[in-house]
């Protein structure tokens, strides 16, 4: 059977991803915890409020920059682990992500919807934040179970 082409990126860009990934999604989570306002509060208490470092971490230049590397970095983190080759790509592979990809739309719809009856003004806004993400992050979660639990069972075949 033909096999129609897909567009994945090889697969170091996964190792690159994870890198990318994982502290940003750290440093962005600190930063949602704290409310969104830049270098999170309660890592700066022991400074002095009249010192240099505190005056520059609490600007708002730091906010924005730290926003930017936030969610730029964790959507480009997550794209590249999501669109990433396994190192042996075939007809299961690609059904696994397929599936997995129909799951995670399924579920952000339904967090869409359920938050949107749930949640308003300011607190709706948090949500879609955290919203901006969650699509590829449910993706690489239900991906990465799925390939783990397929792993397996080839292993205890074995």
């Known amino acids: 059977m033909l096999m129609k082409r897909i567009f994945l990126l090889p697969h ?10 994982i502290p940003t999604f750290i440093i962005g989570f600190m930063m949602f915890i704290d409310g969104c ?3 999170p509060g309660y890592l700066m208490k022991g400074l002095d409020p009249a010192g240099g470092l505190y005056r520059v971490l609490d600007s708002d230049a730091m906010t924005a920059i730290l926003n930017n590397i936030a969610i730029i970095g ?6 590249f682990v999501a669109c ?3 190192p042996i790509e075939d007809e299961l592979i690609t059904q696994v992500r397929l599936n ?13 919807i359920v938050s949107a009856l749930c949640f308003y003004g300011l607190d ?4 879609m934040i955290g919203n901006i993400f969650t699509m590829l992050l449910v993706f690489l979660v239900v991906y990465e179970v799925k390939m783990w639990r397929l792993k397996k ?3 205890d075949e074995e």
């Open 12 to 21: 170091n860009f996964k190792k690159v991803g994870w890198a990318i990934l």
């Open 37 to 39: 306002n830049g270098f």
């Open 74 to 79: 964790i959507c480009a983190g997550s794209l």
């Open 84 to 86: 990433s080759r396994e």
């Open 100 to 112: 997995s990809l129909l799951i995670a739309l399924y579920l952000n719809t339904a967090f869409i």
């Open 124 to 127: 709706y806004l948090y949500v």
């Open 153 to 155: 069972s080839l292993r």
